[in-house]
């Protein structure tokens, strides 16, 4: 059963007992109680998503791909992957967190264009609030007619990560999420 079907049956059940109860002020109480605890199961459910935006920028002949993942799951996934002891957005990080999120991300995310899969280069990363920003670049695109793009993101990590990606070629906007089961798409322009 779903933690929301388990909710549900929770409710059901107050529900009933609340409407055998004769005490109308133990009623109140229980209904209030009852909200308190859907409001607080609401609230723990914790979204996995990451965003990438890919631009074709055609006078400087180069995909430029920017994507942002949340700082405690790429922290988590570095840990478990590469080394417990990885802690991100400290200013004194350790420089081996850059190579292995330079290894992750050319391992997670691939970008095909014309039947050709495309090396991207590593520009680096920043952190602003919660979100780790990390820049790419594929270079010397002549034109681009059809694009695959396949991301990864921590799948291995989370069964509901989702991986949206917004995409904006020869002045054309389009975007399509990613998961587990689909972890490619493919424009054409």
């Not at 002020?25 to 409001?39: E, I, R």
């Not at 391992?107 to 820049?135: M, P, Q, T, W």
């Not at 991986?163 to 587990?180: D, E, P, T, Y």
Request: charged share 30%; net charge negative; proline share 0%.
């Amino acid at each position: 059963m779903t933690s929301f079907g388990i909710l549900f049956e929770f409710l059901n059940g107050m529900i009933r007992s609340i409407s055998l109860l004769r005490s109308k002020s133990t009623a109140k109480v229980l209904t209030l109680l009852m909200l308190v605890m859907l409001c607080i199961s609401m609230s723990v459910h914790k979204f996995y998503v990451s965003v990438t935006s890919i631009e074709y920028v055609e006078d400087q002949r180069s995909v430029q791909v920017i994507t942002r993942i949340f700082i405690d799951d790429f922290e988590r996934m570095l840990q478990e992957r590469f080394d417990e002891s990885i802690v991100l957005a400290r200013q004194d990080e350790a420089e081996i967190v850059t190579y292995y999120t330079e290894k992750y991300l050319k391992e997670k995310i691939s970008i095909s264009i014309d039947g050709k899969i495309r090396e991207f280069v590593y520009i680096g990363k920043e952190y602003e609030d919660d979100i780790l920003f990390a820049y790419l670049e594929i270079v010397d695109i002549e034109t681009i007619n059809t694009m695959e793009i396949s991301n990864t993101v921590l799948f291995e990590l989370f069964e509901d990560q989702q991986n949206i990606i917004r995409v904006k070629i020869n002045g054309r906007n389009k975007s399509f999420i990613l998961f587990k089961e689909k972890a490619k798409g493919v424009l054409n322009f």
